[in-house]
């Protein structure tokens, strides 16, 4: 059973940074392509950054440019390099593979406020 620990979130001020991490526990996390995911209050839940097994990236236009996916396998960690924040980006933040096959984690809260 693959279990998501996400962590790193916290309150940070419009233009400021955060590093989110997801440790992945399970032997298959080299073998899938990983995504972050965010859901505001009243809000659907939206993937924003996505990594392949190769480590190609992709994101949603509202992040792009302003966050970074990486993982590192050995590890079995995702991250996310938060940039530039906006107060838009407070949310609670998920991981997941891509197609969001595994039991979600409990997320890590993310408030972008002055």
């Known amino acids: 059973q693959v279990q998501l620990v996400e962590s790193g979130g916290g309150l940070v001020q419009p233009g400021g940074s955060l590093r989110l991490s997801c440790a992945v526990s399970?032997?298959?996390?080299?073998?899938?392509?990983m995504g972050w995911y965010r859901q505001a209050p009243g809000k659907e839940r939206e993937l924003v950054a996505t990594?392949?097994?190769?480590?190609?990236?992709d994101y949603a236009d509202s992040v792009k440019g302003r966050f970074t996916i990486s993982r590192e396998n050995a590890k079995k960690t995702v991250y996310l390099q938060m940039k530039g924040l906006k107060p838009e980006d407070a949310a609670d933040y998920y991981c997941?593979?891509?197609?969001?096959?595994?039991?979600w984690g409990q997320g890590t809260q993310v408030t972008v406020s002055s």
């Open positions: 997941n593979a891509m197609s969001a096959v595994f039991p």
């Open positions: 399970g032997p298959m996390f080299t073998f899938y392509a």
């Open positions: 990594i392949t097994v190769g480590s190609s990236t």
